[in-house]
């Protein structure tokens, strides 16, 4: 398989530039001995003197609400958990509501949404894809057929209760004050938000592919947990409703990485959420079959070569580590190595 270094190289610069700029923050504080300055010469900015105090003063302009007092930060947070479950918990009489403690109806909330994402994306995708393109963006005998559906709903809605037990854990740790999570993007500010961003997701992207990978690779935990998934391995077998059909600690382990990162990766947490329950939208997407041909997305043609070769294209939202772990096979090039074997 073809590896595109130059894209890797730039790849880990930016990873490094992105380090650099959320590490300035954290030096400034230390009061560490590092100068920086830019001089402006003739209109152009020059590099002097490294100061990270200048970086760290306009950052710190961004961060109206730095000052927020951490108990003030976990009651935010606790607030507009309670908040979220409010969009739930108000379908069942007040004295149910009363009798759940707070776990409870947060566990309860994060099963009824992942059901409400799992069918209506699902029910969405299939209607389109299959009843009104399908005769367009599939080959006869392509698209699924209905047992192969049903059974995927059924190996999905034995796992959703367990899957969220994961959003539910996350929640209490940030309410705990165990985690790095803070409640306003002002408690740091928008150009620290975006660094931050980036970094969780570098750090989601790595967890969720050593994590694929890992379940691949040592056999125990594949035979045991993995294969439930592989099972639909042709892609006529292959739907949107596959997305989540996982054996539960399966999809638990390929979801931890979004909740382990907040231990060490400063996030905003409705932030973290909506990319934690978005995976249920994008699992959707990579089964239907579809090349949509968008780089450096890992998108479903790339899964569904995965499904067939069990041994490339681990990556979660993008191609980049399987890129720099020498695991990755395009479109284009499985379908050379498929048209040369037919020769």
């Not at 566990?107 to 799992?118: D, E, F, G, N, P």
């Not at 620290?192 to 750090?203: C, H, T």
């Not at 035979?223 to 996982?246: C, I, M, Q």
């Not at 409705?270 to 990579?286: D, K, P, Q, R, Y």
């Amino acid at each position: 398989m073809r590896q595109p270094t130059t894209r890797v190289a730039i790849l880990w610069a930016a990873f490094a530039v992105l380090a650099f700029a959320g590490c300035a923050h954290v030096m400034t504080e230390s009061k560490g001995n590092l100068e920086v300055g830019l001089a402006r010469t003739s209109g152009l900015v020059a590099l002097n003197t490294f100061q990270p105090r200048a970086i760290y003063d306009w950052l710190a302009s961004w961060a109206t609400l730095s000052g927020m007092p951490k108990e003030e930060r976990l009651a935010l947070i606790l607030e507009e958990n309670e908040w979220k479950n409010s969009l739930v918990m108000w379908m069942f009489p007040q004295s149910v509501q009363d009798a759940l403690p707070h776990w409870t109806q947060t566990w309860l909330r994060c099963w009824i949404l992942c059901c409400a994402v799992y069918f209506g994306v699902g029910a969405v995708w299939a209607y389109y894809t299959y009843y009104c393109f399908g005769d367009v963006l599939f080959k006869p005998g392509c698209i699924p057929a209905f047992k192969d559906v049903w059974e995927q709903i059924k190996v999905s809605n034995k796992a959703i209760p367990l899957y969220s037990l994961l959003p539910m854990a996350a929640e209490l740790a940030a309410e705990k004050g165990w985690t790095m999570a803070y409640p306003r993007i002002d408690n740091v500010g928008l150009p620290m938000y975006i660094i931050y961003f980036f970094l969780y997701m570098a750090s989601v992207e790595f967890g969720v592919y050593w994590m694929h990978r890992g379940l691949h690779e040592i056999k125990w935990a594949y035979k045991h947990l993995h294969y439930d998934h592989h099972k639909y391995n042709k892609e006529h077998t292959l739907s949107p409703f596959a997305g989540l059909a996982f054996h539960p600690i399966d999809g638990i382990l390929q979801a931890v990485p979004y909740v382990w990162t907040l231990f060490y990766c400063p996030m905003h947490f409705l932030t973290h959420e909506i990319l934690l329950f978005a995976t249920g939208v994008w699992t959707a997407n990579i089964h239907d079959n579809i090349h949509g041909k968008v780089w450096p997305v890992m998108g479903a043609k790339y899964h569904t070569i995965h499904h067939t070769n069990y041994k490339t294209n681990y990556g979660h939202y993008f191609i980049f580590m399987d890129q720099l772990f020498g695991t990755l096979e395009t479109p284009e090039e499985h379908d050379e190595a498929l048209l040369a074997k037919a020769h």
